[in-house]
């Protein structure tokens, strides 16, 4: 193993007699005081040990051919434990890739083998569902016969390796990654997935094969990995005439238990190999970028043929902004789609030059079919599953002249029937790709276009606050509990370039031409898999002066919510959609209809564009209970919280907690110093509420502004109120959650507390007239029941417990007694599910059984949903089968 020390040249401060020198002296001092560039750092391989001169002087490194070191308490003994070749050999790796620690073993498998060392039955590794072949084996390897949970997962949506990070029962202690992958040539966000593996995971490590790129395209260990390995058979070696594997590390611990496997099982890099991969990669650079320049003309060729082309430098590349923000370029690697397998094995057979050959990284250009070659170690049926085209065409780029590339790969594909020439004047004759036999039958029955995202409804609740509202603010636990009056999105796929807002509601339809949206905008900081913790204000000011179309600001502050969330998780893709969101929950009355709307746009986003996998479509409601996972609230939850903080400034986070998960929940905010935090409530049976809207609107900042100057004026009175209400926020959780309290205990108890929590508002100055009538009304025998407002106060909501024994007609009685008095009420029950889900595409659908028992697919009706009126929402939505909640 090496260690470096500030290579020379690279990074010497000046010192300060140098800086008081003038002249020639100092100009001279800062040149040789500049590091050397990547390839000069390459070509110039110093001595580990600086104080070591070669006896000759020998300007290459010599090759120490022994397995034994004479004398004891020497630095060399054995060498598998230690050989100096080796050691310059390691020194300069660890140079050119930024790394403390680098050990060179005999391949690319056999280091990962070292790495993968580091794992204990029982731990989970997440790894990418595009690989190389043999590091699947390998995978599977330690899956059948170590203990080790493997689960490969989209690596280029960092979001959904959250379910699997997070979830308790999986001791996810490594994650590794390949980008651009091999053999698709897809990328992996490596800084954004560090960064969240080490904080969802802090002890898991974060492995990186960079074999594609070599350390002069990509140092991972800047980005945040904490391993990382090349197979050295490829371009750091380039030249296909050893195997050669090298690993990389900063951490002291990991390199030291990768020297101990390296010394244990004996597979550190023979002498003669050191030599020649040293001698390899004195010309990294050089070779690579002769090879990558080529490789853009050959993937730009094959791209304006009409074939799909992989190749992270092509203009629309999926992953390319990620790319150019990891990586220094885009390697000499690509690979191709003919849609027919026995195309291109006629390709593959009729080229010339290029040499039919696994393996990459050569000075030699080479052409393979991965599922053939280097991929056909995955079983058939997985490599479906994992979307890898059997027709699949690799090209590796070596150092030859271009045209003489372009012309054996035109001739093979000419021969093959890939193309065909359709003008044969000029220099080169003008081609054009056969499109194949399946592919005309497909695009006449085909009606999903690419890019195409599934078309679903999502539905999330609002929230009622049932204790604790005002005192919150100063640090006191409030308690609040879903309400089943809901928000509803309806995500529908178009394919004309534009995407619609459509709130009929608000009588508002706004339509945006998706290109000329401010893509510029989305900076990494809004980007998907998770929101920072501020939304991007300059983001969100281009958004509000120059794109929204709405007067009022509760439609404005919703559009720019909207937009921002769409462009975020638009990613590449950048879907034609509508969304038609409507809402039975009262606008403004305090029970969280911003959050359930942020719910809403938040949940329909993140599945239509793909960064959480469907849950499984469900026939009845019941089964469909518990179908999504709290991981995956947790995502929704995350990015309606930065909705909420578009729409409302600083937020506290319950309304869209409530809104995300559902049932109860107990908030307390972290106030001077002390802690906060959010539980939830589990194990209680929803209750019944009437909410009565009084319909006197209030200004909500001006009375939470009242309250605080009250404390602040009169601390004798406020702070008591503020204590008692804490004791009541405690019971009622301690109500809530007792299993062995009987029901009719658990309301009497809330009656109690209602009545008391109610008072303190008042006292606190958040009463109003109209609120004391409801209280009244409620209260008057018969109905004898218990009121508090709820919110804001100072008009709005109020709340009354319905007890489960009270009749329907003394219900009707009482609704109508309060519509009399110029109020509108809703029956709610509190502490139902979270976010809902319905997917409206083909396959998910609910599917009943029809006439004579067979069985139909029943699409939701999404008529009835945009034309009902919001009260008849909850209806429409109990007919539809097949809603997945949390
Ligand atoms: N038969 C070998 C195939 C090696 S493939 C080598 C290389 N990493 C590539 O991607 O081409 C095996 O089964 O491992």
Redesign the pocket.
Known sequence: MASTDPPSGTSTPLDSAASSLGGNSLTSSLLRAKPYRFATQCATVDNPDPSHKDQHGSSSVPIYQTATFKGMGGQYDYTRSGNPTRSHLEHHIAKISSARHAFAVTS??GALDVIFRLLKPGDSIIAGNDL???SN?LLTYLKVHNGIKVHHLDTTKPSTLLPVLTNPEQNVTMVLLETPT??LLQIADIAAISAMVHQHKPEAIIVVDN?MMSPYLQRPLEHGADVVYD?G??YLSGHHDLMAGVICCNREDLAKGIAFTINSIGNGLSPFDSFLLLRGVKTLALRLDKQQATSHLVAKYLHDLGFKVNYPGLPGHPGKEIHDRLASGAGAVLSFETKDKALSERIVGAARLWGIS???GCINSLI?M?CL?????IDPKVRKERNLPEDLI?LCVGIEDPEDLIDDLEAALLEAGAVRVVDEAGSRAKLERVRTAEETEEEDVEVKVEGEVESLIVSAPGKVILFGEHAVVHGITAIAGSVDLRCYALAESRQDGKVSLVLPDFDFEATWDIASLPWDQVTSSAKAPRPESTPDQSFVDVLAQKVVRGVDPKVVQSEIAFLYLYMSLSEHKRPSQTFTIRSALPIGAGLGSSAAYSVCISSALLYTHSHLPLPPSTSSAHEGRRAITPEQANVVNAWAFTAEKIIHGTPSGVDNTVASLGGAIAFTKAVKGREGGLDGLHGFKSIRFLLTDTKVSRDTKTLVAGVARRKLEEPDLVNPILKSIQAISDEARRCLTDSDMSRSTQLSTLEKLIDENHSHLVSLGVGHASLEAVKAKTGEQPWGLHTKLTGAGGGGCAVTIIPDDFSESSLTDLKAALADAGFETYETSVGGSGFGLLSTSRNASSVVEGEGGAEKTVLPDVARFRGAAAAELAAWAEGEKGWAFV
């Open positions: 690319g498998m190389y072949g043999g084996r091999n053999p074999t197979s058979t490829k696994v393996s990459f393979s991965p070659m280097s991929h056909a170690s690799r």
